[in-house]
């Protein structure tokens, strides 16, 4: 189901009620009445929207992923200084897009909750789990960006009336989440089948595939802990790998953007929308650097290479998506340090990875492997102890899932052959995240949150940006975007809760100390 398709049936069901409430106003509890209040409306369409709601649209996509996220962990490079988060300067709407466009989806969220209690309503116990799923993922997100955050209230105003929820700290945030999504998992039940699976855009009613999403999400947050509370991490690790993670590339939780019906990939909006390179970016030199083999643990060129990447001329004519025309942008360039005509570099491919219709993917099969491969160096994988195994089948999948681009499959061979060029044995925490680092290009959120959790790459360590009106300290990178500047006044509980300085520099509770790296036993 497209987000046209989802909309126009929420029309359907919410212009009868709007009529309703217009025609008969003889009668006080119909004025009273607020005919927009969505609680009439049947649950199992508002969960077919929720992930429409959950995917970037371009004002947060291009603020939050791109202009910081992906700018921050080096994915991509600016060709404007106006692109604050870019140098770590403060612009406060770039900054708390994210914010903005996502805490009001909850009360969607929770008003589905609230619809499907189990105990009240055990048919919609799948579809009561699935809304605790995606409540998780977009308040991980959300935690991780900004730090303190209200999560247990969150969202609560439409059906509790708590407009002003109280904030939580990480330390407790991350327990919590991994509690709902062990509650979640075990509520998702097979043999209920009252859920239409059109109204179902990540797994099409597979409740399997909803179990190891669970699962899986539950290993990325308890691995996010690993370098705070190692045991409570350990635990959730190990949790998760028993329950059942991703299994293959066909598990992957991704929303397919139909740009025919209307739905648009927020990020390929950006890319899109604005012609003659309007939107201010290139491949940043680190990233394409470590594609070339110029720098990480390969010396061979990246067969992806050419599908992250092309270049494009000032009409946004395709110019060359040859490897060897694929040069990167510098990080932090100063306006006048911009070369004379930066479309001599390269840009994020627009028939694959930036096109309207581009699939935006929320977590990869390659992801969980690249975290059972850590699992495995810190002795932690109850089922295997092969991290390289895990470290190799990271890399073949995150080079086959690029299909789901539009992109032409990668042949084994290639794949085969840039593995061969790897350092041989047991794979180093650096050569894990490395390659976690590539696979999540354009997913800068969960690239720049590895990077504050370990240090790595190192490439992108080394190479911090030190600019003119820096809101952090010189060769530190920003640590959290920070929140708006009307939450003091609109909730009360702001000040009590947030406890966190309202810095970009504020490192995050599980987050690594400047400049250090993660250890495992001792070494990387």
């Known amino acids: 189901m497209t987000r046209s398709t989802s909309l126009a049936l929420l029309l359907a069901l919410v212009l009868p009620f709007l009529t ?13 009445e607020d005919p927009t209040v969505a609680t009439d409306i049947e649950p199992g369409l508002q969960l077919a929207n929720i992930p429409l709601e959950v995917a970037d649209g371009r004002f947060e996509a291009w603020r939050a992923n791109l202009i910081h996220a992906s700018c921050i962990t080096q994915h991509l490079a600016s060709t404007t200084t106006a692109w604050s988060g870019c140098y770590y300067t403060l612009t406060e709407s770039y900054n708390t897009a994210y914010w903005g466009a996502h805490f009001n989806e909850l009360k969607d969220v929770e008003d589905v909750l609230s619809k499907t209690n189990p105990e ?51 330390s407790e945030i991350y327990p919590a989440m991994i509690a709902d999504l062990q509650e979640a998992r075990g509520q998702l039940d097979p043999s209920i089948s009252t859920l239409d699976p059109t109204r179902d855009l990540l797994f099409a009613g597979d409740i399997e595939k909803w179990r190891r999403f669970a699962n899986s999400l539950i290993l990325r947050i308890g691995m996010r802990m690993s370098e705070v509370d190692a045991n409570a991490a350990q635990s959730a690790v190990q949790d998760a790998l028993n329950g059942g993670v991703m299994q293959s590339n066909d598990d992957i939780a991704y929303l397919n953007h139909v740009a025919a019906n209307g739905d648009r990939n927020g990020v390929g909006e950006v890319f899109n929308d604005f012609p003659g390179g309007g939107h201010a970016f290139r491949m940043s030199k680190t990233f394409m650097d470590m594609l070339r083999g110029r720098t990480g643990a390969s010396s061979a060129t990246d067969p992806r290479i050419n599908i992250f990447s092309a270049r494009y001329d000032e009409n946004d004519n395709l110019v060359s998506d040859d490897p060897a025309d694929l040069e990167g942008l510098e990080n932090g360039l100063q306006a006048e340090e911009f070369p004379s005509n930066t479309f001599t570099r390269a840009q994020p ?19 969980v492997k690249f975290l059972e491969a850590e699992a495995a160096l810190r002795g932690w994988h109850p089922n295997s102890s092969d991290a390289r195994a895990h470290y190799e089948e990271g890399i073949r999948a995150a080079m086959k899932h690029l299909t789901i681009y539009g992109a032409p499959e990668i042949p084994d061979a290639e794949i085969t052959s840039y593995i061969s060029s790897l350092p041989s044995g047991p794979p180093s925490l650096e050569e894990v995240i490395e390659q976690k680092w590539i696979a999540l290009f354009l997913n800068g959120y969960e690239a720049w949150a590895e990077f504050r959790r370990t240090g790595y790459p190192d490439e992108v360590r080394t190479n911090v940006v030190n600019a003119p009106a820096s809101e952090t300290p010189q060769d530190e990178f920003p640590g959290r975007l920070i929140y708006p500047s009307n939450e003091s006044l609109l909730n009360p509980n702001f000040e009590e809760g947030s406890t966190q300085p309202n810095e970009m520099a504020t490192r995050l509770w599980w987050a690594r100390d400047p400049g250090e790296t993660a250890t495992i036993g001792g070494g990387s």
């Open 20 to 32: 309703a409430g217009c025609d008969n106003l003889t009668d006080v509890t119909d004025i009273n």
């Open 120 to 170: 009240e309503n055990p048919q919609r116990t799948n579809m009561h789990a699935m809304a605790t799923i995606y409540r998780v993922f977009v308040l991980h997100r959300m935690t991780n960006l900004y730090g303190n955050i209200p999560y247990e209230e969150a969202g609560k105003g439409l059906t509790e009336g708590n407009f002003n929820p109280a904030y939580q700290p990480v």
């Open 349 to 367: 491919h627009r028939d694959y990875m930036v096109s309207y219709s581009s699939p935006e993917i929320w977590m990869s099969y390659a992801e």
